[in-house]
């Protein structure tokens, strides 16, 4: 089974709308969105059915008994992150969750065991398993659990399909080049990064080519939009060519593609310029895949 993952160096480059398209056009089994921080795979692959909802659980927070506790205000004095403060109208020290980092100092350094690290809900796993295995998620708000969310959204995926016969799973992975890319990246045989023909799209690109080059994956390029500045357009074309990276095409920036996603459709539903443009990208994505480039 092949692993196609498509990132982009930055957000609004097209990286959701190629991933959709390519999921249409290969009529893949098996996806993914990894972009827990604001997944929006969905909403133009619509599922026949309701998902599987699980908690997810990241790091352990701290919890304040406040019966066992003194006072003593040791917690606070030797919390690193300020999460712990004294509430001068109930008279007891309590925890900010949101800025708690569960490193257990806290637990540790109470003299009356008031303290104790507990499981919190980091996130919600998503799992549709008609018509497609789509394994999606989404994060709490203030969670840093991102990449560990990533991963299970990877491994609930995996585990669905390893009994069945898939050939290719296509994953929409998340902007930059942070820990959910870190952890999307892993096991991927193929990265395909959506550029966009601006300074700062050439530059995020470059940072997300190398970080995948580190990890010693596979990487090619498109870009999206690529008439709004021919000039850039080549400089990422020779840029490839420099690097000897595969360059799999350019995309349009098509008003007809605009609508057909504002319909909550994929590019390749509708008639459009973009759409065969995105047709010709995974021709050749498809071929890289199984070392045959066009």
Avoid: W
Avoid at 83 to 98: G, M, P, R, T
């Amino acid at each position: 089974m092949k692993q196609l993952l498509i990132l982009s160096g930055k957000g609004g480059t097209g990286k959701t709308t190629l991933a959709s398209a390519f999921i249409k056009l290969a009529k893949a089994l098996a996806y993914a969105d990894c972009d827990v921080d604001a997944p929006n795979l969905h909403l133009s692959l619509h599922q026949s059915s309701a998902p599987f909802i699980s908690d997810y659980f990241g790091l352990p927070k701290a919890f304040i008994d406040p019966v066992a506790c003194s006072d003593c205000d040791l917690c606070k004095q030797h919390c690193r992150f300020d999460a712990i403060q004294f509430n001068v109208e109930e008279q007891k020290h309590q925890i900010d969750l949101f800025s708690c980092e569960g490193c257990g100092v806290c637990e540790r350094i109470c003299p009356y065991s008031a303290i104790s690290l507990q499981p919190v809900s980091a996130g919600k796993l998503f799992l549709y398993s008609h018509p497609h295995i789509f394994s999606s998620a989404r994060l709490e708000m203030g969670s840093g659990a991102t990449g560990k969310l990533v991963t299970a959204v990877k491994k609930q995926l995996l585990s669905e399909v390893s009994d069945k016969k898939v050939s290719l799973t296509i994953i929409d992975g998340s902007p930059g080049i942070g820990c959910p890319v870190i952890a999307s990246l892993n096991g991927a045989d193929l990265v395909l990064i959506v550029a966009e023909p601006s300074v700062s799209g050439m530059n995020d690109m470059e940072r997300i080519i190398e970080t995948a080059q580190k990890l010693m994956i596979t990487v090619a390029v498109c870009v999206n939009k690529f008439n709004i500045n021919l000039e850039n357009t080549k400089a990422i074309e020779n840029y490839c060519k420099r690097c000897n990276i595969a360059f799999a095409g350019t995309i349009p920036f098509d008003k007809t593609a605009v609508e057909a996603i504002n319909k909550g459709k994929t590019i390749v539903d509708e008639d459009c310029a973009a759409g065969d443009a995105v047709k010709k990208v995974y021709k050749n994505i498809v071929s890289l895949l199984f070392d045959t480039m066009l």
